[in-house]
């Protein structure tokens, strides 16, 4: 009787082309057995979650700007700055378009960040090799890519963190507490209690069935 198998992309266009990209990479560059490799990422839609409620919240703050722009003008006004060096005092839209600079200075400033840190966590994985008994972590923004290695052997303990709305939607953080006490934190991934799950079978068992894909 033949053997089962083993689907190795499930999910959308998007999970597929990512699981494959990530295990050419690891393949290619660290020479990673393909068929034991099990990939974890952050559900996409979760990362669009974030970056539209980014989004919701600086608009809203930008829209506070003729506030502060009325705020600048009565502080101005109160220092009497005008009468003190003998100039012309200046109109409600300058202080307006002082604040409105302010605001998208900052939003973009702290946007930019962010949004880096957002697309980090979209193509980042946490790849779990049974055969191999390691783990690896790509942290890859598309500029930058940094892979972490850990041997199985050398991790204590897998610590799952999840709050209320992580327990709902199965995701959470993992922890990596490694035997010389340095932990490695890794952020919403999918799926993390199967992960934690498959990290004890591979710890005690030695190996074992291949892990489900994200």
């Not at 890519?145 to 939607?169: A, C, M, P, T, W």
Request: with cysteine.
């Amino acid at each position: 009787m033949k053997k089962a198998k083993h689907r190795r992309f499930t999910g959308g266009p998007f999970l597929r082309l990512r699981n494959r990209f990530t295990e050419r990479y690891l393949t290619r560059t660290l020479a990673v057995t393909p068929d034991s490799l099990g990939c974890h990422f952050q559900p996409p839609l979760l990362v669009l979650a974030r970056v539209a409620l980014f989004a919701v919240v600086a608009f809203n703050i930008y829209s506070l700007y003729p506030v502060v722009g009325n705020w600048l003008q009565k502080g101005f006004e109160f220092f009497q700055l005008h009468e003190i060096y003998n100039f012309e005092f200046p109109n409600r839209s300058f202080f307006h378009s002082i604040a409105e600079y302010l605001f998208l200075l900052v939003i973009g400033y702290y946007g930019f960040f962010f949004l880096i840190r957002q697309i980090q966590a979209l193509f980042s994985t946490l790849a779990v090799s049974r055969a191999e008994r390691k783990i690896y972590y790509l942290k890859n923004s598309l500029i930058v890519k940094h892979v972490y290695l850990f041997q199985i052997s050398e991790i204590d303990h897998i610590v799952l963190k999840q709050n209320i709305i992580g327990r709902l939607f199965g995701v959470g953080t993992i922890v990596l507490a490694k035997r010389n006490g340095e932990n490695v934190a890794i952020a919403a991934l999918k799926d993390a209690p199967g992960i934690v799950r498959e990290f004890s079978q591979i710890k005690n068992n030695g190996g074992g069935q291949h892990g489900s894909r994200a």
